[in-house]
């Protein structure tokens, strides 16, 4: 029996729940962003500062950049062949994802925060 056969109905179950949450925090990321179309600097801030909001936003990059990992996943499991090349592939597909998500949470709660800018060199 294959991994896949013992694993695939779990994972495709997971990528399924991990989908139907990002259904209506991505309806509420739409609407934030209608919602702040030409605020202000301070109005962003202050939307930010606001604790469900920095809590979904949060939760947001989480499920998206954990269902980003499990689609990619898939995509190499299924396309690449050779074992060396998948899991170099797959290894680089959960540290890009792991990173991303963990500087999205960062910078989401240095917002949240009202943080003092990063310093000189980072270019933000």
Excluded: Q
Excluded at 9 to 25: C, D, Q, S, Y
Excluded at 39 to 60: H, K, R, S
């Amino acid at each position: 029996m294959k991994i896949s056969e013992r694993h695939g109905a779990g994972e495709w179950a997971i990528e399924k729940v991990a989908l139907l949450i990002l259904m209506p925090l991505g309806v509420w990321v739409l609407s934030s962003i209608l919602t702040l179309i030409g605020a202000t600097y301070e109005t962003v801030m202050a939307w930010f500062a606001n604790g469900l909001n920095a809590a979904l936003a949060a939760i947001t990059v989480v499920v998206f950049f954990f269902f980003a990992h499990l689609a990619w996943k898939v995509i190499i499991e299924d396309y690449i062949h050779r074992p060396g090349n998948k899991a170099l592939l797959l290894g680089l597909v959960n540290l890009v994802c792991l990173a991303l998500a963990a500087a999205g949470v960062f910078f989401i709660v240095r917002l949240a925060l009202g943080s003092a800018p990063l310093p000189a060199g980072f270019g933000i």
